[in-house]
């Protein structure tokens, strides 16, 4: 019996290694890192994302399907940089899966591979949702893409030896036309530089330094605090002194304080996609700066 054994496992080793390699199992947990994931992996791997378009990634349940996915997942992609930290530490607990434990390979935030703007210099609570890492929105500067694209490339070739070049070929592929894409888009959105805007989140500060805008005001009194009509009261006394041509929000989030102030100081509100599936245009991650960008240049 014995000998029949081995064979049989080292068989059935061989079976599982060809599954696991066709298609690693990543858990996104916003559309951006699917997204990234999908450019830099193509079949290699089968992606599910955590949150939906229209869901403040900020705030999370961590539902019993979601930890049922993150049971089954080989790795992990996330924002990191505190911005899932209302959710994403009990989903790796509950999910009971030690290949996605803080450290492990099969855990990858992108906010350890970008630099980070906003830091406070001292870290108070009651300032609101400030995180002592920076500001997590980064994406929304593209040249911070690059740099994580290939420390996710080195992850996924750590986790899938096998298959390394076809990790090489894609990401010199995706860096390639991320590159070219990040001329064009400088190119068109040209015409911003220097526009003054107010914003209902402290989420397009990274957007707002790559294209050389102004923020004048933010309608939170606080990062993650709902502005009242008190505060926003003030926001619009503060636009009559130092007005500003438009007030971006998130599609995540409520449009009425926003066109309260277009309406109180006639700044013209605009929305912009969060992330992919955050507007019809944003498709992917070339067409979500794409819309941005469009949306932009309307509103100016
Ligand atoms: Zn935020």
Redesign the pocket.
């Known amino acids: 019996m014995k000998r029949l054994t081995l064979p049989v496992m080292f068989v059935a080793g061989l079976l599982w290694n060809a599954v696991s390699h066709a298609a690693l199992n990543v858990l996104a947990c916003e559309p951006e890192w699917g997204a990234l994931v999908m450019e830099l992996a193509g079949d290699k791997a089968s992606v599910s994302v955590a949150t939906t378009p229209r869901q403040d990634p900020?705030r999370i349940e961590a539902r019993p399907s979601l930890i049922a996915r993150a049971r089954r997942a080989d790795l992990l992609v996330c924002t990191g940089a505190e911005?899932e930290i209302g959710w994403l530490p009990l989903l790796q607990r509950e999910s009971g899966n030690a290949k996605i434990q803080t450290g492990r390979p099969g855990w990858f935030e992108a906010a350890d591979y970008a630099e980070l703007i906003e830091k406070p210099d001292t870290l108070d609570r009651a300032m609101g949702?400030v995180h002592a890492a920076g500001?997590?929105?980064f994406l929304f500067d593209p040249r911070t893409l690059p740099a994580v694209a290939e420390a996710l490339t080195a992850r996924l070739q750590k986790i899938d030896a096998a298959n390394s070049a076809h990790y090489a070929a894609r990401l010199a592929d995706f860096k390639q036309r991320w590159g070219a894409a990040i001329t064009r888009w400088e190119q068109r959105a040209a015409p911003l530089k220097g526009t003054p805007v107010a914003v209902h989140?402290?989420?397009w500060s990274y957007l707002i330094l790559w294209l050389g805008m102004e923020t004048v005001v933010d309608l939170e009194p606080k990062?993650?605090v709902d502005p009242s009509a008190a505060h926003l009261a003030e926001v619009v006394k503060r636009l009559e002194q130092t007005p500003a041509r438009m007030v971006l929000r998130a599609n995540y989030q409520s449009p009425r304080p926003s066109q309260w102030v277009e309406q109180r100081a006639g700044v013209k509100a605009v929305e912009l996609p969060f992330t992919i599936g955050g507007s019809d245009q944003a498709k992917n991650l070339f067409s979500l700066f794409d819309d941005i960008i469009t949306r932009l240049l309307e509103g100016r």
């Open positions: 900020h911005l949702d500001n997590p929105h989140h402290k989420n990062p993650g």
